[in-house]
């Protein structure tokens, strides 16, 4: 998964076509041109920078939990077998709103779950407003992650929840949550593919207090749907990502 892009940087010549990024949306593309543009400039003062070290440079960058896309095989690992898993570390509302810019860009019309976590700190109606506003969300699975600095910076899933709710109401958007009777239709086995599952169009809200836990709710959802293109995104902050990472690494 990557995006192509030409670079080209004035007053200095530099024309890159057709360079693929691994990261995507459109922040990483003003990213690169950034630091092309900074390459251009270490080179007009004496360094030797060609413009093939310099398509090198951004066709090889990534950071972990950042834009990170699993592998099948990976996806696999974790009982996610047919879905795309996207890993990013986004804790603002600044960085959700960029998130959701990247998947609407990538995936237009893809079933989506996202599993969340995160610190205490952090505007969380305001993450979940970018994030629920951007498009449809299928499911939101709420949970905990360990963050650095102690336990305290860990915002409990029941808290999350209540920031979603805010969210949704002042979006005007129809959601089912855990704490509603209707939510426990929604564990009843249906055939896959029904229409009357998760929701009715409605975003389904769920604590779950461990990654695990969201792992084997997130495979029953998206199982229901049978073959339709089928997306779960791990964000809220790296903290979560670094424990999907680690869950591979057994």
Not at 1 to 27: A, E, F, R, Y
């Amino acid at each position: 998964m990557g995006c192509n892009c030409w670079v080209v940087c004035t007053p200095w010549s530099c024309k890159l076509h057709d360079v693929k990024l691994q990261m995507l949306g459109d922040h990483q593309l003003q990213n690169a041109a950034t630091a092309t543009c900074v390459a251009l400039v270490l080179r007009n003062l004496g360094w030797s920078i060609s413009d093939e070290s310099i398509r090198y440079g951004l066709e090889d960058t990534y950071l972990l939990g950042r834009s990170q896309f699993l592998t099948s095989e990976e996806a696999e690992v974790l009982g996610l077998t047919g879905s795309t898993v996207l890993l990013d570390g986004a804790h603002t509302k600044e960085s959700a709103k960029a998130l959701m810019n990247t998947i609407r860009m990538a995936f237009p019309k893809a079933q989506l779950v996202f599993v969340v976590a995160m610190a205490s700190d952090k505007d969380h109606v305001g993450f979940a407003r970018e994030i629920l506003s951007g498009v449809h969300v299928e499911t939101v699975l709420l949970t905990e992650a360990a963050i650095a600095g102690g336990v305290t910076r860990t915002t409990p899933a029941s808290l999350l929840r209540d920031s979603w709710i805010k969210a949704s109401d002042e979006l005007g958007i129809g959601i089912v949550h855990d704490g509603m009777a209707e939510y426990s239709e929604l564990l009843k086995e249906q055939p896959v593919g029904s229409e009357s599952n998760l929701g009715d169009g409605k975003t389904v809200l769920a604590t779950v207090p461990c990654l695990k836990g969201c792992l084997r709710s997130a495979n029953q959802i998206l199982s229901r749907r049978g073959d339709e293109k089928r997306v779960i995104v791990f964000t809220g902050s790296l903290h979560i990502a670094a424990s999907v990472l680690a869950s591979l690494a057994g």
